[in-house]
């Protein structure tokens, strides 16, 4: 179950929105402070290639980012709607700088989170990025949460 959807188009000024709310709904899932950095750098990333992708194919739908919590992980889900091709159908030297700075993205965000899915087709693409979740320490039945 999605906790937060967001939609914006593909500028980069957004990306930072995207980033500054992923880590809130992150912190509030319960994901470790040490880690809040590599989501936000994550979901930096995904976004700004998603940006890249739709501004590169001329597409105005919005980039998608979905912050799902389930138990005992929290997940997010960058989507585009930039097509793949099948690799070597375009001309010699047509896609190579794109397809060069999409690997270039990949691979940072492989490095910043170790649980990550990378699908694509001809209807566009997404990113699903996951980390562990810690519960929020209860209080013991009984005990106020008031000072």
């Keep these: 179950m999605a906790t937060v959807e967001l939609r914006f188009s ?3 000024e957004h990306v930072r929105t ?3 709310v992923a880590a809130a709904v992150a912190r509030r899932a319960g994901v470790d402070e040490a880690v809040l950095d590599e989501v936000r750098l994550a979901v930096g990333e995904a976004c700004t290639r ?3 992708l739709h501004q590169s194919g001329g597409i105005t739908a919005p980039v998608r980012v979905a912050l799902i919590e389930e138990e005992k992980q929290f997940s997010i889900e960058v989507g585009d709607e930039a097509p793949r091709s099948v690799p070597g159908a ?6 190579d700088t794109d397809s060069e700075d999409d690997e270039m993205g990949l691979a940072v965000i492989s490095g910043l989170v170790d649980d990550v899915e990378v699908t694509a087709d001809e209807h566009g693409g997404l990113i699903r990025m996951t ?3 810690t519960p929020a320490e209860t209080a013991p039945q009984g005990a106020s949460a008031l000072p």
Excluded: D, Y
Excluded at 90 to 95: I, L
């Design 10 to 12: 593909a500028l980069p």
């Design 18 to 20: 995207a980033r500054l």
């Design 50 to 52: 998603a940006v890249g």
């Design 90 to 95: 375009s001309a010699p030297g047509e896609a």
């Design 131 to 133: 980390w562990p979740t």
